[in-house]
């Protein structure tokens, strides 16, 4: 640089400054290359493809998640052995008469005041049609005082009768502690379907019939409050078709069950969504910007109503419904506005920390399937959809997310009796 | 550089994310994009981490860019947009640490970067600006944006803008022959 350089005016010295810049020669570097290829192929690995290919995966996922639901619900493990005969089978109809007034008819020789008779759908106890209709069955419960309760040595007897003998409380040694479930096939004849019928004393059978229904509280799922620790991989976008990279939420949740099946659920959940869009972003005043990249960290506290339509020993499924307040933990935006001429496009970067929140802002929908693991714990699957009522961050969008949680849940108090 | 349009071809392969279009491009314009940001930026990673991203841009979606436009422009757009999204974040660094000076690290020992002279002391008078006057000089003077332009970017005054320039242009001087710049002020 020459002293002639300091002399010059400022468009001299422009020019030749310029003109060093654009002089600039910088080998290349294969190393630098090399980065730039890593940084490209992660952009083009799963977590990179685009939103269609995304909800793909993700509708596969949730369609065989499903299906394994639907599998394991439908599996017959609930009406397979004894003891869990009298837990699983739907009671029609249970009707008392006086057996005084069959003693008096000669058909008793036992002075029993009462008996009860209980009609069980065929299917229930897991035999076919054929079998029901030409065979003489009869089952026997056979069980010493509080035995039932335990079901330690309950015993079923099914017998058959080929002779087509009509079947008779007398035929069936019976004592105070011995329940006879009988079926006839004139009894089966008079009714459309197929049923098994249930002869005992009344005293005996009102007391067992308590323990059964005790036996049956005891057996059905989960306590009233239980803790989880749930993740899932979380997509959002401004608009559905917008859903892109994928983000996550984690955190811990609490349920306290108000009635059998209807549960209230909050927590606190971590949530990282990133997310970009073409439109939607709105500045308070002034130009627009033509698309936005977004990244939020936000802490999101749900509040949820969870009603269990159906529910098993094991297993349950829930719709779940209510509203999540989010704090903006930070907010990260790169907006593009176009420029003057055709390729004059620019971006802003913008970073909000700690500023927005949104109390009870966002509606949360979502269904879930339950299945117990152990006394205490159980694994739960539930798909979510959440939408704000109102728009989120700072610049008001319409965040939607949607995802898959899946969690393990804590019963403190283990299978508790409702 | 041939052409200061994209070969048709190699837009097209950028199109179907053809990694051998996406090399030439890369190798093309390498020294071009990272003579920008290293007048930008503090530290040769700084600068190859923009240039970077600003491939990225138009790797993860060429159609951004229109063909028919001259790709220089727009790539320097790009790369000079990032360059100061980077630098208003070193300015709240700066601002958040107490105003502690970033030192430019122009002793690098990676390959290539600095390697022509001319180009290498210029790097390091604009570094040895303050922040705010080298941000201005860099847009006006060599990138060519007028102080409209550069008052909307950096979110200060048209008057601000062209008076730090006056004192980048100033303090150049000063730099570039100090015996000189002490006279005329004693004759002042």
């Known amino acids: 640089m020459s002293e002639k350089l300091s002399d010059n005016r400022d468009e001299e010295l422009d020019r030749i400054l310029r003109e060093v810049s654009d002089s600039a020669d910088i080998p290349f570097s294969e190393e630098d290359w090399g980065e730039m290829k890593s940084r490209l192929d992660l952009d083009s690995s799963p977590a990179g493809l685009g939103w269609f290919a995304t909800g793909i995966a993700w509708l596969g996922s949730m369609g065989i998640a499903i299906s394994i639901a639907l599998l394991i619900w439908n599996s017959p493990e609930e009406i397979k052995g004894n003891t869990e005969i009298s837990s699983t089978y739907e009671i029609e109809s249970i009707e008392s008469k006086n057996l005084n007034q069959e003693s008096q008819n000669g058909e008793n020789s036992e002075p029993i005041s009462d008996s009860i008779k209980v009609s069980i759908p065929q299917q229930s106890l897991g035999f076919s049609d054929n079998t029901i209709t030409s065979e003489k069955m009869e089952v026997i419960f056979s069980e010493k005082e509080n035995e039932f309760e335990r079901n330690a040595d309950t015993k079923i007897v099914i017998s058959e009768n080929k002779e087509g003998t009509q079947a008779n409380s007398d035929e069936i040694p019976k004592s105070q502690n011995e329940l006879v479930f009988s079926s006839k096939e004139s009894d089966l004849k008079e009714v459309e379907e197929p049923i098994v019928m249930v002869e005992a004393k009344s005293d005996a059978v009102e007391e067992d019939f308590d323990q059964v229904k005790n036996k049956d509280k005891k057996e059905?799922?989960?306590?009233?409050?239980?803790?989880?620790?749930?993740?899932?991989?979380?997509?959002?976008?401004?608009?559905?078709?917008?859903?892109?990279?994928?983000?996550?939420?984690?955190?811990?949740?609490?349920?306290?069950?108000?009635?059998s099946r209807l549960s209230i659920s909050s927590g606190v959940f971590y949530s990282y969504k990133p997310y970009s869009a073409n439109e939607g972003y709105m500045i308070g005043y002034g130009k627009q910007p033509n698309s936005v990249f977004g990244e939020c960290d936000i802490l999101d506290i749900p509040i949820n109503l969870r009603i269990y339509p159906l529910e098993g020993k094991v297993q349950r499924a829930f719709v779940g419904l209510g509203l999540s307040s989010y704090l903006m933990l930070s907010e990260y935006y790169e907006l593009e506005y176009s420029g003057y001429g055709a390729n004059d496009s620019y971006t802003q970067e913008l970073e909000v920390k700690g500023k927005n929140n949104h109390f009870f802002g966002v509606a949360n929908f979502s269904v879930g399937y339950e299945r117990k693991l152990g006394k205490t714990l159980s694994i739960q699957v539930e798909p979510y959809f959440k939408v704000p009522l109102n728009g989120v961050g700072e610049g008001d969008i319409s965040l939607k997310s949607t995802g898959l949680f899946v969690g393990l849940k804590y019963y403190p108090s283990g299978i508790n009796i409702r | 550089m041939k052409s200061e349009f994209l070969e048709k071809k190699i837009w097209q392969g950028l199109v179907e994310k053809n990694r051998k279009d996406q090399e030439v491009l890369y190798r093309i314009y390498y020294s071009y994009g990272m003579s920008i940001c290293l007048r930008y930026t503090t530290t040769r990673d700084e600068a190859k981490e923009i240039l970077h991203d600003g491939f990225m841009v138009l790797f993860s979606d060429p159609k951004k860019f229109d063909p028919k436009q001259p790709f220089k422009p727009w790539f320097r757009k790009v790369l000079v947009n990032k360059c100061i999204n980077s630098f208003k974040k070193h300015l709240r660094n700066i601002s958040e640490e107490g105003g502690v000076e970033l030192i430019p690290d122009l002793r690098d020992d990676k390959p290539n970067a600095l390697e022509n002279l001319q180009f290498e002391e210029l790097v390091r008078l604009i570094h040895s600006l303050p922040p705010a006057y080298r941000a201005v000089f860099n847009l006006y003077v060599l990138d060519g944006f007028s102080h409209e332009e550069?008052?909307?970017?950096?979110?200060?005054?048209?008057?601000?803008?062209?008076?730090?320039?006056?004192?980048?242009?100033?303090?150049l001087r000063e730099m570039l022959n100090p015996k000189i710049h002490e006279r005329k002020t004693l004759r002042q």
């Open chain 1, 220 to 259: 059905r799922f989960g306590g009233k409050f239980n803790l989880s620790f749930q993740l899932a991989p979380d997509l959002s976008g401004v608009k559905l078709d917008q859903f892109g990279k994928a983000g996550n939420m984690i955190g811990i949740g609490a349920e306290y069950f108000v009635r």
């Open chain 2, 150 to 171: 550069i008052a909307k970017m950096l979110g200060i005054s048209i008057g601000t803008s062209k008076s730090n320039l006056s004192r980048a242009r100033e303090k």
